[in-house]
């Protein structure tokens, strides 16, 4: 496993950005062809599209920073700032990155008098394959977004190439559900963690892939928002059970952890466990609206 997809001198291009950009060129292409099916303004969407990305990325950075501050707290001022923008270190948020891209949407279609769901509903397959490609690329950085340690049969020991765990877990964490210091061995002068845990990068491609067939179906629909909707719950309940629950993420509310090589490796509650519950409520309650609603295209 290896994070440089190229290098050239000191310059290097990241399999993990490679990978998100793949995904979300097939899913433009994907989107602009169902688009044009549909009659919408496909030169608009494009136009979307590119903002989206661009605001995307900002709020990504912007959520992954205020939810993972103790990695930037301490740093003097002006050199936090660089950290805090250089993204080629790693750190980008899902949910900011869909708020971001969601905001861009609303701005254009309020401006042109466009229904929001329509062009929304385009974006879905979109969002599938980035997270697909953007947890492959996870799996290429090594023990990126790594999982909780388990004795469960599904515990994977990445190999001691792996890029090493950050030594804010391996050492100094202040926060004690992540001090996992005692399963870190130093090996080629880097600390490593050699325990066992749970595979969550493999967990959030396998949530991907589903949610990108599951858009297949849901685009069927003749009802304007409902693949869109579709996507917040299913996305919430998978991310929020099959890879929050097993992922070595802070616990914002302490309720239940239990890791360890005769534990199961789970952890309750985190950020986006606490996020993930009001968007499945609002999720099923438009849906529910919908439902009711005769079919429009």
Known sequence: MDPVFLQIGSFTIAWYGVLITLGIVAGVWVGTRMA???????????????????????????????????QFAGTPFPRILLDIINLRQ??????????????????????YKLNFYEYADLCVPGVAFGIIGGRIGNIMNGT?????????????????SARAFHDGVCIRNPNPDMDLSRYCQE???????TAPVHFTQLYGVFIGVALAVASYFWLRSRRAGWAFWQFWLWYSILRAGLEETFRLNPLALKSYLSQGLNEPGIGLWTDTHLIS????????????RLRKE???R
């Open 90 to 111: 790693g750190g980008i948020s899902i949910h900011g990155g869909l708020i971001g891209g969601i905001l861009v949407l609303i701005y254009y279609t309020r401006r």
């Open 187 to 193: 090996i080629g002068g880097q600390l490593v963690m």
């Open 144 to 160: 990126d977004t790594v999982g909780r340690v388990t004795g469960w049969a599904v515990g994977y020991r990445w190999p001691n």
């Open 294 to 296: 005769p079919e429009t």
């Open 36 to 70: 044009r099916q549909r009659g919408l303004n496909v030169d608009l969407f494009n136009d979307m599209i590119l903002w989206m990305i661009v605001w995307g990325l900002v709020g990504a950075r912007i959520v992954f920073v205020a939810t993972s501050w103790d």
């Open 277 to 288: 519950f009001p968007l499945i409520v609002a999720s099923v309650v438009l849906l529910l």
